[in-house]
């Protein structure tokens, strides 16, 4: 048998293609059967009175959504685990597109980011004032703090660049920890920028940038906005192709 997908709290188990896929039957107050797929696996909502048969052959006339979307949860699942940071002496996560490597140094004045080695990029390093055994939640915290600092630096200079030449004035810059919104505006010129960019390269960095900074101008998404966006970065269909697939850290 293939690959099986079970849901911990599953309650009906059904082979679709060939793989058993055990899923959580809820009971609502709707008209319809749904269907939604996470990282628990797959869960189906029926009114009371669908019986389980009938439920059992709507999932088998999804067949392939279903298996698309288990597919698809799994994988990301796994690129998650493989950029998952052991926070500790040594430890490495992504800035602005490139490796950097976490040295603790208990001597250290400050948090200090060593220049390149070289062409190497894997020789970048970020020293930190903590001793060689400093708990993992301290590494974390010190290491966000840092990259909050960046984030702030890049981001304002980013912002000024590009409301240059959008003629547009920003007034705010706020720094947002969100786990899925990389960025907002408001008309009255306060943006907000998810510090967690500072993992993508800059060319990701400036496309939010400039998607928030167009908003001044067209609070929407219409064919107007994009135009904007467009004038000022051509490429950024795919540079938001990036930011939707590539994986980075969770915090």
Do not use: C
């Amino acid at each position: 048998m293939l690959a099986a997908f079970r849901h911990p709290r599953a309650t009906r188990e059904i082979l679709l293609d060939g793989r058993l896929v055990a899923y959580e039957v809820r009971r609502r107050k709707r008209r319809t059967i749904g269907f939604s797929v996470g990282a628990e696996g797959l869960a189906v909502s029926a009114p009371k009175w669908v019986p389980l048969y009938e439920i059992d052959q709507a999932v088998q006339g999804k067949s392939g959504w279903i298996l698309k979307k288990l597919h698809e949860t799994r994988e990301r699942r796994r690129q998650l685990e493989s950029v998952r940071i052991d926070w500790k002496d040594g430890a490495t996560f992504p800035f602005l597109g490139e490796p950097l490597r976490v040295v603790l140094d208990a001597r250290q004045a400050h948090a200090a980011l060593e220049p390149d080695a070289g062409n190497d990029a894997t020789a970048r390093t970020l020293r930190l004032r903590l001793p060689p055994d400093a708990a993992p939640g301290l590494i974390q915290q010190a290491v966000q703090a840092w990259l909050m600092q960046q984030a702030r630096q890049l981001f304002t200079a980013r912002l000024d660049h590009f409301s240059l030449q959008l003629n547009v004035q920003w007034r705010k810059l706020s720094l947002s920890s969100a786990a899925t919104r990389w960025g907002s505006a408001s008309s009255s010129g306060a943006i907000r920028l998810n510090w967690r960019l500072m993992h993508f390269r800059p060319a990701v960095i400036d496309y939010v940038v400039v998607h928030e900074l167009s908003h001044l101008r067209f609070m929407d998404h219409s064919p107007r906005f994009w135009a904007t966006v467009h004038h000022v970065m051509p490429d950024h269909a795919a540079l938001r192709r990036q930011l939707k697939d590539e994986v980075i850290p969770r915090w």
